[in-house]
Each structure stands twice: as C-alpha cells, then as structure tokens.
C-alpha cells in the first residue's frame, strides 16, 4: 500500500497582506492544514481526520465571512467577484468533505489537503492581495 503524507507549509511573508486581521486569520488557517496533514500520517485516524475538515469548513466560512465584511465596509469594487470566489471555494470543500463521508479513504484526505493548500496559496497571493492593494490606495487618498 502506498504512504501518502505531506509536509508540512511553511508561513512566508509573501502570504502577508498587511492587515492584522487577515494575516492572523490566514495563519490559522495554515495551520489547521497542517494538523491535518499530520493527521494523515496516523494510522487509523478517519474520524478525527473528518472532524478536522469539519473545522477547516467552518473556521473557512468564519474567516470569508470576515473578510467579506472587511471589504464591504471598505466600498471594494470586487465585492462581489471576490465574493463568489468564496463561495466557489466553501462549495467544492463541501462536495470534498460529503465524499469524505461516504468513502472515507486516505486518498479522498490527500485530495482534500492538496485543493486546501492550493487554494490557500493560490487565493492569498493573488485574490486577496487585490484587496489589500486597495486598501493601500484608498488611504493614501
């Protein structure tokens, strides 16, 4: 049978947008990632294994819902866009985690960490850190 782990990811300062909230909220979020990578490492562990998706779903949700609000607040023009980017995101987790749930396998959680790790990379660097842009500008006016 094949091993399938993860090393773990390592916070850069690339990923920091400059603001508190979203850094420390996005830090969290790594974090849970990788205890479930650890997880993956443990032999026998589903049920714990799914408890930790059922976190990342929600701390997921909690931290868009944040960050939507943040920019709401902030009269973002990409609202919405970045908004439906969110829950693009939160629906694909959840057809991950319901497949979970019917077949549990560790491949079905390696598959789970690879689209939240590539999630998280790809929407930090790029989506997010429009919004960040945008605040900058908009208090140097």
Known sequence: MNEITM??????????????????QHHFFLDLI???????????????QARLITELNAYAR??????????????????????????????QLSIRENMLYMKHSKEEVAGILEFLSNWFFHHTVSEDRLFAEYLKEKKTK
């Open 34 to 48: 990788n205890r479930l990578a650890d997880a993956l490492d443990e032999p026998d562990n589903g049920p714990y």
């Open 62 to 91: 909690f931290h868009f819902i944040s960050e939507e609000n943040m920019m709401f607040h902030a009269d973002y023009p990409s609202y919405t866009e970045h908004k439906n980017h969110h829950d693009d995101l939160l629906e």
């Open 7 to 24: 090393k773990p990811l390592s916070w850069s300062t690339k990923y920091e947008l400059g603001i508190e909230d979203i850094d420390f």
